[in-house]
């Protein structure tokens, strides 16, 4: 019990509080990223990055594992049920949904992506400009389903989730010595996937997003696989990954403060999970947590399993 009210805190009291600053009602939330929020996306497609099996799901509605990288639901399907609009929030590829269903929540994620599309290749998942043409596509059937007037009102009212960038350098930049680090120093990467960001962001504001959170690195030389892999130090943290996404985040900041600038009548915020994570995974009985080297659904081949309840 401890351990789900941690949970439930940390993902509805500091995330929900940041949205809560833009005011107004939210008929929908949509949703893009990578596996921290995928919804059970990468099950349609041909990648081996799949979770749809045991133990994944043990704690979902019915035991069922969905897709979902965690024991039970995800970050944004607590959001969307703490804004009073249902408790799940499907997965656009996901053929037992329709548009009727899509009309108040939707997730285009897809585990394993990232800014870059070179990290998309890695695992064969869904690149990241996908994601936002799959969102033009569900404008069209929104538009269809529930006429221009209302669908433009859900548009504009709308929340809008963005959670992704680990893959970036745990899959992608750290990994590949010849590939993208032989490329830009680790400061112009960020840079580069900064940029990308902007762009998706502002591409998002045009087709008439007004709500947007951008959601920060987690302390990743924490997450299970890099403990695992780091036997030099005993399974400890790896500070440099973690010093780079706290430089990231520092990024990511100051684009949110330029897009408030920029874009007229949209309301972008910062969503910061390092310093909520850093805490539990330093100080986790205080959570409820025995454990916090090792993955929830102990899938040692994934670096990134969510554990809530």
Not at 159 to 188: A, H, K, M, V
Not at 193 to 222: E, N, Q
Request: include cysteine; charged fraction near 20%.
């Amino acid at each position: 019990m401890k351990a789900e009210k941690a949970i439930n805190w940390f993902f509805l009291v500091h995330i929900l509080f940041q949205f809560l600053k833009i005011h107004a009602k939210v008929p929908a939330i949509i949703v893009f990223g990578d596996s921290s929020v995928d919804a059970g996306n990468n099950n349609a497609i041909s990648t081996l990055l799949k979770s749809n099996f045991e133990p994944y799901g043990r704690d979902f509605f019915g035991g069922k594992a969905t897709g979902r990288f965690s024991n039970g639901r995800i970050p944004t399907d607590f959001i969307s049920e703490a804004f009073g609009i249902k408790p799940i929030i499907p997965a656009y590829l996901d053929p037992t949904y329709t548009i009727e269903d899509f009309a108040t929540g939707v997730c285009f994620a897809s585990a394993g992506t990232g800014y870059d599309n070179a990290t998309s290749k890695v695992l064969s998942v869904i690149p990241f400009w996908k994601e936002l043409e799959y969102y033009k596509q569900y404008q069209k059937d929104l538009r269809s389903y529930l006429g221009n007037e209302k669908a433009n009102e859900v548009i504009r009212e709308a929340l809008y989730l963005l959670s992704i960038g680990t893959n970036d350098f745990l899959e992608n930049y750290f990994l590949f010595p010849n590939g993208r680090s032989s490329q830009f120093s680790i400061e112009e990467y960020q840079e580069f996937l900064v940029g990308i960001a902007r762009d998706f962001v502002t591409k998002l504001y045009s087709l008439g997003g007004r709500k947007i959170s951008i959601g920060g690195l987690p302390p990743m030389g924490c997450l299970p696989l890099e403990r695992a892999t780091n036997l030099l130090s005993g399974g400890e943290c790896i500070e440099k990954y973690n010093d780079v996404a706290k430089q990231f985040n520092q990024k990511l900041i100051g684009l949110v403060k330029e897009l408030n600038m920029k874009l007229v009548g949209g309301s972008f915020v910062y969503s910061d999970p390092y310093g909520l994570l850093y805490d539990m995974i330093q100080n986790p009985s205080t959570y409820g947590f025995e454990d916090v080297a090792v993955a929830c659904c102990g899938t040692g081949f994934l670096k990134w399993d969510i554990c809530v309840i």
